[in-house]
């Protein structure tokens, strides 16, 4: 029972699946407290009744909502834990990293990853470790820059540049998000119904 829809249309309420239907999916991955939670938000308007369906995890869950698109394409979206979180013990880290690993290699409609970074800090471990993952599953995905509003104008292009230099990635490539302004909502969303319906 569910869901949500783009924030600029109406909300749309929709059934389950059944479970022979195949629904594509977007997965949302990046360190805690990276900016996730408010970036869902603000790609898509969940109703506040409207129930996620779980995937119990033993320490975190992994969230899925169903979203139209305006052309009535229904897709998933799923909110992944955050990884990373330092106070978390090393081995709860490893027993949450690997329940996302494992969610990342058993899903056959997963189309693309959106890999959430923060670019005003060099990569850390644990993005590096997540977009090797990545690489290896053959999975693909996108690295986005989270918080941009927080950069100021005249460092942008040298943080994207060496970024994107340290993970061996096109700098082109990287999206600039930011919730506070809205910046990148158009591309992220083109983006993403690229990977899924095309
Ligand atoms: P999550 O742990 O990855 O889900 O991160 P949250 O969405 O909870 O955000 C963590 C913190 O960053 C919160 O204090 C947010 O208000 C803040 N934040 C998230 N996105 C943005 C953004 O685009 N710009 C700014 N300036 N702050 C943000």
Redesign the pocket.
Known sequence: EFIGSFADHVPVVLSKPSSSEVVPEVAFA?R????????LNMMCKRKSAARTSKTPGRTQNINLFLVKDLKARVYSMVDLP?YGFAKMSKSLQKQSSDFIANYLASREALRLVVLLVDIRVPPQDADIGAMDLLAELDLPFLVAA??V??IRASERAALVKGYAEAVRLDAETILML???TGEGKQALQAAMLDALFS
């Open positions: 990046g805690s407290n990276v900016g996730k939670s408010s970036l955050g989270t918080k509003d927080k930011s919730s506070q």
